[in-house]
């Protein structure tokens, strides 16, 4: 049974460019989170979809913007990079039907650095 | 405004010793959930143990148990009999109960580097 699975593994952008991140759910899973993790830091929300649309956002500029397709998959994209940007994206899947259980999944996570 | 708290950020453990890892949290909801995960370098957030505010008793997972005392918000994790894998980032996180527009974000804590000794 595949876990999550993120793709690339790494990245080196430029400032000012565009980049975009993908994200395969477990199977059996159809909710997407996507967490931002700068070095030595814990990971902060970015945003959830669910049935394709955003469902929740965290603090984070309109710089950074999703996608999910109807097979579950996501994309994170963040335009205009900036250094600060630099860090690591971790994608979690979950079930949203099963209420407050420990159905968190996560992927290894697209180190993206900006230079 | 929810928060956790984690205010080791290093810590050491002989091998094959107990390691106690503090959390502490703040919300004023009454319902929510405390996770602790554990990050190698590989990157990949691992689950380790879950527990719910209305559990009674304290969850426990093979070599992981979390001490959840509700007055005092902390839910820490105490891993027994540690071994060198053991050695990596642990986080504390809280997720509150679906409703109002919250849809179960994980709010996490700064983390604890464990680093276990031979």
Known sequence: DAGVTQ???????????????????????DTVSWYQQALGQGPQFIFQYYEEEERQRGNFPDRFSGHQFPNYSSELNVNALLLGDSALYLCASSRPGVSMDYGYTFGSGTRLTVV | AQKITQTQPGMFVQEKEAVTLDCTYDTSD??????????????????????GSYDQQNATEGRYSLNFQKARKSANLVISASQLGDSAMYFCAMRLNRGSGNTGKLIFGQGTTLQVKP
């Open chain 1, 7 to 29: 793709s690339p593994t790494h990245l080196i952008k430029t400032r000012g460019q565009q980049v975009t991140l993908r994200c395969s759910p477990k199977s059996g899973h």
């Open chain 2, 30 to 51: 009454p319902s929510y959930g405390l996770f602790w995960y554990k990050q190698p370098s590989s990157g990949e957030m691992i689950f380790l143990i879950y527990q």
